[in-house]
């Protein structure tokens, strides 16, 4: 059967402003990626693009979004997503930049890398926390990672050998 | 797989943006990155400054994402000479050159081009991103670099900011590939601000638009930069008497080895 196969782009939003992570919405971001692949590949690579592109998943807390895009196209995306300065959204231009975490061919294989990522990161908080309450309530978040079937955010409980998927 | 590194990091006199600029570096993925002092002969006459060791302007480095080592600080010197007197710096003995790590120059000229690639003991080559190239590469002295293990450095911090930059530094790059095809090539960010860098996956992209393949640009953001370090290595222990080794413990400790695990690349 003839399947359209698309790409998962998991990127994050990195910026200096903390107001800009009250005007990370999908619109904002897909009009800025738009923008971004217009510039560099022209009308051809941003005609090529948006046949399947949507902003699938985006988390304001951490600035993650989750991309799709055909995957015939999915290297000019990826090859403008470098190109991304900023955010625009209700009047608002706040400069940030782009970091591409993984590249996979469904949800669920960006959503397992996500999980191992945002451990790791829970991790690195956990060393610089300063307070006894804040390690607690990273230690407990870290040790009741529940699988539930239908939330994108939680962990599971395999055991802790992160294959590097990037 | 090697490491991925980033080899041009300009060094400004504020210590707090240089903090942050490591920082960024280290949460992108960076294991090493190199702090670049570019001198200018255009200028009244400057002298070569000794390098400020890492450990001094740091006190503390970032641990990089992803693994648990500290990220690894170099520093770099850049000579953007336009004439061939300039290059008589680089035979002198002075001894404020041998303390840096990596060694670039940026040739203005065709014929400095081609002694840059031949007969100069450097690490890296620049290739101007910011304007039209006003000569074009041939393929002796492209061929000889590669031979010596001398690396071809494109920045694309310029390519992110302005839309004209853009088309010369894809030009550029590309006349370059056609010439090399794709080796010896290190792509490097010149960054000022923590938001002007980016990951090395997207590095690795960046290089597919200059005209690489796939392997190529990864290799052009790891296995090329590890290689210009460990040149810079050997052009120290090939020309200094004595080879100061660090151990990861005891910080202070001087001693001299013979470098029998590292095989010195003939110089010129």
Known sequence: MVRFKNRYVLCEVLSDDPRCRQCIEDRAVGLAVRDAIGRVHGDYGLACCSISFTVKYLNAYTGTVLLRCRKDSYRLLCSALPFVRYLESRAQRYPCALNTLHVGGTIRTCQKFLIQYNRRQLLMLLQNCTNEEERQCIRKSLLSCSLTEEQSQSGDEEDDDGTETD | ?268
């Open chain 2, 1 to 268: 797989m090697a490491g991925f590194a980033d080899l041009n990091l300009p060094q400004g006199p504020d210590k707090k943006s240089l903090q942050s600029l490591l920082e960024a570096a280290a949460h992108l993925g960076y294991s090493a990155v190199a702090l670049n002092h570019v001198i200018d002969f255009k200028e009244k006459k400057q002298e070569i400054i000794k390098p400020v060791s890492p450990s001094e302007l740091f006190p503390s480095l970032p641990i990089v994402q992803g693994t648990s080592k500290r990220i690894k600080v170099l520093t770099r010197l850049t000579l953007v000479v336009s004439d061939p007197s300039h290059c008589n710096l680089l035979r002198s003995t002075s001894a404020n050159i041998r303390l840096y790590d990596i060694i670039a120059v940026f040739p203005k000229t065709e014929k400095l081009f081609h002694i840059a690639c031949t007969t100069l003991d450097v690490d890296l080559v620049c290739i101007n991103v910011t304007e039209k190239l006003p000569f074009y590469f041939r393929r002796p002295p492209v061929n000889m670099a590669i031979d010596r293990g001398i690396y071809f450095e494109l920045l694309y911090t310029p390519a992110i900011k302005d839309s004209t930059m853009r088309r010369y530094t894809i030009s550029n790059a590309i006349s370059l590939m056609q010439i090399c095809k794709g080796k010896n090539i290190v792509i490097s960010s010149a960054a000022e601000r923590p938001l002007e860098l980016r990951g090395p996956y997207d590095v690795a992209n960046l290089g597919l638009l200059f005209g690489l393949s796939e392997s190529e640009a990864k290799a052009a953001v790891s296995t090329n930069c590890r290689a210009t370090m460990l040149h810079g290595e050997t052009r120290k222990t090939a020309c200094g008497v004595v080879y100061t080794v660090k151990k990861p413990r005891k910080v202070e400790e001087e001693e001299t080895t013979v470098p029998a695990c590292k095989k010195a690349k003939t110089q010129a």
